[in-house]
């Protein structure tokens, strides 16, 4: 049976035991009811917040520096869930910060993360909005999720792809590749005969066509030489008679004045005889002298009269003039014009010689180049048939 002093033992023992509870128990709620916080908002559109619990953890930059306080769904828009979260006063809350919900551990439990801000931003007030984030964590799920989207779509093209009619179209494309790459090489090879045939044909035509202009080159310098020689024995020829024409003229004008002078002295010789031994009939004498000496010169007046009419005769100047006009071409015009003309065409010559060479040069460049194509062709047709060989669903996908 107990006693009446452990009785009372035990109930003073009870009533200290309560008594000390309600006194920590009042010592934390009124810690609790008495603590200031400030409050922001924060609103998740379209955002699941599950794992987060009212009177959640609410951390910057990994420091606890609140709580949650409210989760609530907005009346106005179902898709919107707005949080109420307290914080410490004189935490530094900028514009620029973001909230973002993080995972606390492997039990799924969430808490608010605040990140972000800079210095130069302005500090939020009190019942602003916090704008919400994205974590690395959301955008690898989005990520996923639309990776898992692109495989099932490439299976499915894959399962369309590989049923047996493309099976058997892949097989047909295979067997047709094989035959036009066998078709190729043979045209290949024709087709670099056939060029090795003209370019051998081009180089011989282009020796011939050198030797030809060399020759007509040599020809042209030796009928040059030849016209100037004959030229220059013409002209030659023609001042040798002209001065032999001219000089036998100028003979003949001068043995005729001489005739005519000697002639009219021995006139006025005999005149002076019959004056000075004739004395009776001088009137009658001078008479027939001055009629004999206008007669003279009357003939002399005609001789001097046809000679000028033979010097000033049209034949004359027309010698005169084409001995002229042919002296002046031949030293002046023709022979420079001549030489002139042949320079021009040797140029010509030379600089169609010089064209045919570079042509000739191009072509057999255009050849080597085309031969270098018609190669790698070659090669990237074996390449190809290769790779289809291989991995035949390159036909399906082109790379």
């Given at each position: 049976m107990?006693s009446?002093?452990?009785?009372v033992?035990?109930?003073?023992?009870?009533?200290?035991?309560f008594v000390?509870?309600?006194?920590?128990a009042?010592?934390?709620?009124?810690?609790?009811?008495?603590?200031k916080?400030?409050?922001?908002?924060?609103?998740?559109?379209?955002?699941?917040v599950?794992?987060?619990?009212?009177?959640?953890t609410v951390?910057?930059?990994?420091?606890?520096?609140?709580r949650?306080?409210?989760?609530?769904?907005d009346p106005?828009?179902?898709?919107?869930?707005?949080?109420t979260i307290q914080?410490e006063?004189?935490?530094?809350?900028?514009?620029?910060t973001?909230?973002?919900?993080?995972?606390?551990?492997?039990?799924g439990?969430?808490?608010?993360?605040i990140k972000?801000?800079?210095?130069?931003?302005?500090?939020?007030k009190p019942?602003?909005?916090?704008?919400?984030?994205s974590?690395?964590?959301?955008?690898?799920?989005d990520?996923?999720?639309?990776i898992v989207?692109k495989?099932?779509?490439?299976a499915?093209?894959?399962h369309?792809l590989?049923?047996?009619?493309n099976?058997?179209?892949?097989?047909k494309i295979?067997?047709?590749?094989g035959?036009?790459l066998?078709e190729?090489r043979?045209?290949v090879?024709?087709?670099?005969?056939?060029?090795?045939?003209?370019a051998?044909n081009?180089?011989?035509l282009?020796d011939?066509l050198?030797q030809?202009?060399e020759?007509l080159?040599e020809n042209?310098?030796?009928?040059?030489?030849?016209?100037?020689n004959v030229?220059i024995?013409s002209v030659?020829?023609?001042t040798?008679?002209?001065?032999k024409?001219?000089l036998t003229?100028?003979k003949?004008?001068?043995?005729?004045?001489?005739?005519?002078?000697?002639?009219?002295?021995?006139?006025?010789?005999d005149t002076?005889?019959?004056?000075?031994?004739?004395?009776?009939?001088?009137n009658?004498?001078?008479?027939?002298?001055?009629?004999?000496?206008?007669?003279?010169?009357?003939?002399?007046?005609?001789?001097l009269?046809k000679?000028?009419?033979?010097i000033h005769?049209?034949?004359?100047?027309?010698i005169v003039n084409?001995f002229?006009?042919?002296a002046?071409?031949?030293?002046e015009?023709?022979l420079?014009?001549?030489?002139?003309d042949i320079?021009v065409?040797i140029?010509?010559?030379?600089?169609?010689?010089n064209?045919?060479?570079r042509?000739?040069?191009?072509?057999r460049d255009?050849?080597?180049?085309?031969?270098?194509?018609?190669r790698?062709?070659?090669?990237?047709l074996?390449?190809f048939?290769?790779?289809?060989?291989?991995?035949p669903?390159?036909?399906?996908r082109?790379n």
């Amino acid at each position: 049976m107990v006693s009446k002093a452990t009785k009372v033992r035990l109930g003073i023992f009870l009533v200290v035991g309560f008594v000390l509870i309600l006194v920590f128990a009042a010592a934390v709620a009124g810690n609790r009811l008495t603590q200031k916080w400030d409050e922001y908002y924060i609103v998740f559109d379209d955002y699941p917040v599950s794992g987060l619990q009212v009177g959640g953890t609410v951390n910057y930059q990994g420091i606890k520096v609140g709580r949650v306080k409210d989760i609530r769904i907005d009346p106005n828009d179902v898709k919107k869930i707005q949080l109420t979260i307290q914080i410490e006063p004189g935490t530094p809350i900028k514009e620029d910060t973001e909230a973002v919900l993080a995972l606390v551990g492997i039990t799924g439990i969430k808490a608010v993360e605040i990140k972000g801000g800079t210095n130069e931003a302005v500090t939020m007030k009190p019942l602003s909005f916090i704008k919400a984030g994205s974590t690395m964590i959301d955008d690898i799920s989005d990520r996923a999720a639309s990776i898992v989207d692109k495989l099932e779509l490439i299976a499915d093209n894959v399962h369309e792809l590989t049923n047996q009619q493309n099976r058997d179209n892949i097989a047909k494309i295979l067997e047709e590749t094989g035959l036009i790459l066998t078709e190729t090489r043979e045209n290949v090879s024709t087709t670099m005969q056939a060029l090795t045939r003209v370019a051998n044909n081009t180089a011989v035509l282009t020796d011939e066509l050198s030797q030809n202009i060399e020759s007509l080159t040599e020809n042209l310098t030796e009928n040059i030489d030849d016209v100037a020689n004959v030229t220059i024995d013409s002209v030659k020829e023609i001042t040798e008679s002209l001065n032999k024409e001219l000089l036998t003229i100028t003979k003949s004008l001068n043995t005729t004045v001489d005739e005519l002078s000697d002639q009219t002295i021995a006139l006025m010789d005999d005149t002076r005889f019959h004056l000075n031994n004739i004395g009776a009939n001088a009137n009658n004498l001078v008479l027939e002298s001055t009629e004999q000496i206008v007669l003279l010169s009357t003939n002399l007046n005609s001789s001097l009269d046809k000679i000028n009419s033979v010097i000033h005769s049209d034949e004359f100047d027309s010698i005169v003039n084409n001995f002229n006009i042919l002296a002046g071409q031949l030293s002046e015009a023709n022979l420079g014009e001549l030489a002139t003309d042949i320079g021009v065409t040797i140029k010509r010559t030379g600089t169609l010689i010089n064209n045919l060479n570079r042509t000739v040069q191009r072509s057999r460049d255009d050849l080597a180049e085309t031969l270098e194509n018609l190669r790698d062709a070659t090669d990237n047709l074996n390449e190809f048939s290769r790779q289809i060989a291989d991995n035949p669903a390159i036909l399906i996908r082109g790379n």
